[in-house]
């Protein structure tokens, strides 16, 4: 029992899973506590040492299926027998080859009942990221990278097929039909490895899909759809919403400047007052302001959001201990002197026409985000909000979602807010549904009152 769960914790760990060495020794004791036949009782304990939050429980649940279900018929491990020879014949065959590269040893490895090196080489092609391409824009070194594990995937088959035709008289046509069910079965697990690529669980995600009417008609226009006088009605709108906030979030700060009440001080003082507080006890520590770190998608309707977006947030700044802007299309752009050197209105004018960014160019979120994690990740910190507005719209490149779990795991929270209706999301080249995976929160917010509803949640 030790052997084979050494064996699982090898596999999960090559799946990226982190297990420490005190993990699989408390594990191991527990098994002892357990009857190990007893299928539902064996893997809670594996689950509970092993899967520590629940976004790695799905791909917990994914390293056990294979390990004890779709691997247990590993024929190696039983008693000798004409199917088991056969197999190890076409093994030892296979293995003899000494040209074999890394993957075929690892697909042959994986038929053997070893999945680890099989499922390090998909693991690096699930999270393998793309790097810009200076002639023609792609997302082909992924896809291709697959492509080529399904090739020998294939291959391996055809090669099944002919040892068993060279070796027809040898074997019989039931035993012949049951070493290739078996022999494919594997290889179709391996396929579905890296078909099924893993998403975390995120039960802590919140999604806002109502929001308050403060203004029946100006506040349900989409932003895309607001004509000159319209938008400068909106605008109107948010400067009487901006001095309403920052008289709420000044008079906040003034008043827990002197700190929040100390419970356990003020009920240990009324000890002498017959457990009546007559003294209240402050601590000295006034609420921290937040750092915000917004990504603004900039190409089509998605700006019309946007600019409103970032007007708000720099005229209410003084809420915030810092706010940094970027804009992207593909490329990605630091915008926040714009604000510190000119009026929020202006500023806004000014990155449509000074900035260096092509708005003509196919967007593509992955790339951005991997512009973001190479030049600013620095930025984020457990102190940091990430704000997104973009409809998540990606031309079908890759979304290198992953690059989002990375910035994520820096961050205290990130909040992705989509000017699109949710009945569209996921639709076409939508990656809404991949990113919504790695976000805290998820809202439309294509309107004023929508636009109302988070702003107002997100100071007070």
Wanted: proline share 3%.
């Amino acid at each position: 029992m030790v052997n084979l769960t050494l064996k699982f914790v090898s596999c999960c760990r090559a799946a990226d899973l982190r297990i420490s060495t005190a993990e699989v020794l408390d594990c191991v004791s527990q098994l002892s506590l357990v009857n190990p036949l007893e299928e539902d009782e064996f893997k809670l304990v594996l689950r509970s040492n092993f899967a520590k939050s629940r976004r790695e429980q799905s791909r917990f649940d994914q390293m056990y299926h294979l390990f004890f279900h779709e691997m247990k018929s590993d024929l190696s491990q039983v008693s000798q027998s004409p199917e088991t020879e056969q197999i190890k014949n076409f093994l030892d065959q296979l293995m003899e080859n000494d040209t074999l590269d890394t993957l075929e040893k690892a697909l042959a490895d994986f038929l053997a009942g070893k999945p680890m090196a099989y499922i390090q080489e998909v693991h690096k092609i699930h999270t393998q990221e793309e790097q810009e391409a200076r002639a023609l824009k792609s997302n082909m070194s992924q896809l291709a990278s697959r492509l080529q594990v399904m090739l020998k995937i294939n291959q391996i088959k055809s090669k099944v097929l002919r040892f068993l035709g060279d070796n027809h008289a040898a074997v019989d046509e039931a035993l012949k039909k049951k070493i290739t069910g078996d022999l494919n079965d594997r290889l179709d697990h391996a396929m579905g490895l890296l078909n099924n690529e893993p998403r975390p669980d995120n039960y802590g995600l919140k999604e806002v899909k109502n929001h308050e009417t403060h203004y029946n008609h100006i506040g349900e226009i989409p932003f895309a759809s607001l004509g000159q006088e319209e938008i400068e009605e909106v605008r109107d709108v948010i400067r009487k919403l901006v001095k309403k906030l920052e008289e709420i979030a000044t008079l906040r700060y003034s008043v827990s400047s002197r700190g929040v009440i100390d419970i356990k001080k003020t009920l240990r003082k009324s000890g002498k007052y017959l457990g009546v507080p007559m003294e209240i006890i402050f601590k000295d520590r006034p609420l921290r302001k937040g750092k915000i770190v917004a990504l603004c998608d900039v190409s089509g309707s998605v700006w019309s959001t946007a600019r409103f977006m970032l007007n708000i947030l720099y005229s209410l700044q003084e809420c915030f201990s810092k706010v940094k802007s970027y804009i992207f299309v593909s490329d990605l752009m630091d915008v926040t002197d714009f604000f510190k050197d000119h009026d929020v209105n202006n500023a806004v004018e000014k990155i449509m026409k000074d900035t260096h960014i092509n708005y003509y160019a196919p967007t593509d979120y992955g790339m951005a985000f991997q512009h973001f994690k190479n030049r600013h990740i620095q930025e984020l910190d457990k102190k940091t909000t990430l704000l997104i507005i973009g409809d998540a719209r990606s031309n079908h490149m890759n979304p290198q979602d992953l690059v989002l779990k990375r910035m994520r795991e820096r961050c205290r929270r990130v909040i992705w807010l989509n000017p699109e209706q949710e009945k569209f999301w996921g639709s076409g080249d939508s990656e809404m549904y991949t990113y919504k995976a790695h976000c805290h929160e998820v809202r439309p917010c294509g309107n004023l009152n929508q636009l109302i509803d988070f702003i107002e949640e997100l100071i007070l």
